[in-house]
């Protein structure tokens, strides 16, 4: 089967966690999960608040990432975890 590349938005819980921090915990948690990590971007949202996006690689046999949502969810300081884009790799 072919690979699909995921867009994560992590939402810190305010304008003062470190992200890279955030970005580090969820790396490692993408790579347990079978994800090959892409790129990461910091994101202005409003008022100094910034968004972390994180690009990954992913089996698409792997499914749902329900589970790996669930768990960077968990990360200290993290207030919320939404796919905003999947796309299948071509090639």
């Known amino acids: 089967m072919a690979n699909v590349l995921i867009t994560l938005k ?3 819980e305010n304008i003062d ?3 890279n921090i955030i970005e580090n915990q969820a790396k490692e ?3 347990s999960f079978g994800g090959d ?5 910091q994101e ?3 008022f100094g608040l910034k968004a972390l996006k994180i690009i990954f690689f992913l ?3 792997k499914g749902s990432t329900d589970s790996l949502e ?3 969810k968990n990360i200290e300081l993290v ?3 939404d796919v905003i884009d999947v796309r299948r790799a071509v090639g």
């Open 70 to 72: 669930e768990d960077i």
């Open 79 to 81: 207030q919320s975890v």
């Open 37 to 41: 990590f892409v790129k990461s971007e």
């Open 29 to 31: 948690k993408i790579k």
């Open 44 to 46: 202005p949202v409003a």
């Open 10 to 12: 992590i939402m810190p």
């Open 17 to 19: 966690v470190d992200l």
């Open 59 to 61: 089996d698409e046999n």
